[in-house]
């Protein structure tokens, strides 16, 4: 049976006190609503997200997804019905689903869609019955706070959905809540939503209302558990805080469980996107980018940064090393503390290990770049590259003015600035000549007394 996901993405996020759209905050370096859809991705077979207007930056985040806009916010089950004109006549299941919900799993999705189905019925009685007409996700949290209550009768299906403001003490002891994520087939679906009111002290159409619509109906509604870490949403800065907890969390154990060793596992930050090989190394406090690829054996020292680079095995970078978009490390290269690296090249073997900065350029395998070097790479119009041949040694403190170029085994003299291309084997020195005055150092002469 084909399935669907409705994916509501028009909030505001108002106190989160921010131009951005709330489904556009990210988590791990990326939109949490494309967390979500890349998990959704791997389910269903058509995907609609419903966003607020004037978002033009999460309809084209979401794309090729189609979206509809809900022009007016008038709550949850209103948002849901945005999507009627596009699914109404969908011959399967559609879920509805919520995009500040990042950290939901493949398998909690997969388990709801089966349940709706009629898989994991957890009795011959219920099984007897036939398939669910809907299917919902509920939790046990640590806390259940004011969440709604999910009221079971007798035989476990879910008899309605209580909030905690309506419940009596007997249902607010109860500790299976609503998560909000329901899965029904399409027509059912949107009748119900059809049919949900907004007499309410709000005014608005609740998603909810449609469990009592459903039982009314004579259709059986199951829960299916997840875990409450999965199905936490975000409504303000500090709970985006939480999940971006969590996410990082799931990240830094799927990194150590893929063979990397975090010294300090709290302190490193990984993107959503990190891609970490066997037996690397990363010392505390060291954080990743979007698009950052690690290779076998790396070393990763203290208090790093890495940004849109790769670094080839076993290479040692940092500690205080900042990795900039376009840098690829070789093999075996040595990057140390306090060099930049910006659209650079390194080859097999070379090394900077000193106060340097490297932008746009490429440097020949076993070069060794001395202390306080830097490219000189923009002229304040247009950025130009340096070119650094193999096995060339550039001396500490020396300015390469782009565009130059220095030859392989070339020598760099310390304090030079380098404005001319220096052939392969030769010496350049470009530094004021050494004048020295005998006699006229401090001998014989008064300090001032302060």
């Known amino acids: 049976m084909p399935v669907a996901a409705v994916i509501l993405a028009a909030g505001l996020g108002t106190r989160m006190r921010s131009a951005l759209p709330k489904a556009m905050h990210p988590v791990a370096g990326r939109p949490m609503i494309n967390h979500l859809v890349a998990t959704c991705e791997q389910v269903f077979d058509r995907i609609v997200v419903v966003v607020g207007p004037g978002m033009p930056a999460l309809e084209k985040a979401v794309a090729p997804h189609a979206t509809v806009v809900q022009a007016e916010r008038l709550g949850t089950g209103h948002a849901a019905r945005m999507a009627a004109p596009l699914l109404r006549d969908f011959d399967g299941d559609v879920a509805v689903l919520y995009a500040d919900n990042p950290l939901i799993t493949l398998p909690t999705i997969r388990r709801l869609v089966a349940r709706r189905a009629g898989a994991g019925e957890g ?10 007409g809907m299917a919902l996700l ?16 007798e035989a476990g299906d879910v008899a309605r959905i209580v909030e905690w403001a309506d419940a009596s ?14 899965c029904a087939p399409a027509q059912d679906l949107f009748r119900w939503l059809d049919a949900v009111g907004n007499d309410n002290a709000k005014g608005e159409y609740y998603l909810t209302d449609i469990v009592g619509l459903a039982v009314a109906d004579g259709r059986r509604v199951v829960a ?19 999940l971006e907890a969590g996410m990082q969390a799931r990240l830094r154990a799927a990194a150590m469980a893929g063979g990397a060793t975090l010294v300090a596992p709290e302190t490193v930050f990984l ?16 954080v990743f980018g979007p698009g950052v690829a690690v290779e076998d054996e790396v070393e990763i020292r203290a208090f790093s940064h890495l940004e849109g680079c790769t670094v080839r095995s076993g290479a040692i970078i940092g500690p205080f090393a900042r990795l900039r978009p376009g840098t690829e490390v070789g093999r075996g290269a040595h990057v140390g503390n306090f060099v930049e690296l910006k659209a650079a090249t390194l080859a097999e073997g070379a090394k900077a290990n000193h106060l340097t900065y490297l932008g746009d350029v490429t440097v020949g395998a076993g070069a060794n770049i001395g202390a306080g070097t830097i490219t000189c790479n923009y002229d ?15 001396g500490s403190d020396t300015a390469l003015v782009a565009p130059v170029r220095v030859g392989d085994r070339a020598l760099v003299a310390a304090g030079s600035v380098i404005t001319e291309d220096v052939p392969d084997d030769a010496l350049a020195v470009a530094r004021g000549r050494q004048a ?15």
């Open 224 to 242: 299916e558990e997840a875990e409450e870490a999965e199905l936490a949403g975000a409504n303000s800065r500090a709970e985006l805080a939480l």
């Open 271 to 286: 993107s959503w996107d990190t891609r970490l090989g066997q037996d690397v190394t990363i010392g505390p406090n060291v």
């Open 123 to 132: 009795s011959e009685a219920a099984a007897r019955r036939g398939a669910p």
């Open 138 to 153: 509920a939790m046990r949290p640590a806390d259940p706070g004011r969440y709604g209550r999910v009221v079971q009768d």
């Open 169 to 182: 003490e007997a249902e607010r002891a109860i500790g299976l809540c609503n998560a909000g994520v329901v």
């Open 380 to 394: 304040g119009l247009h950025k130009h590259r340096t070119e650094i041949g193999a096995g060339a040694f550039i």
């Open 436 to 450: 020295t005055k005998p006699g006229r150092g401090f001998k014989g002469k008064k300090k001032d007394a302060s």
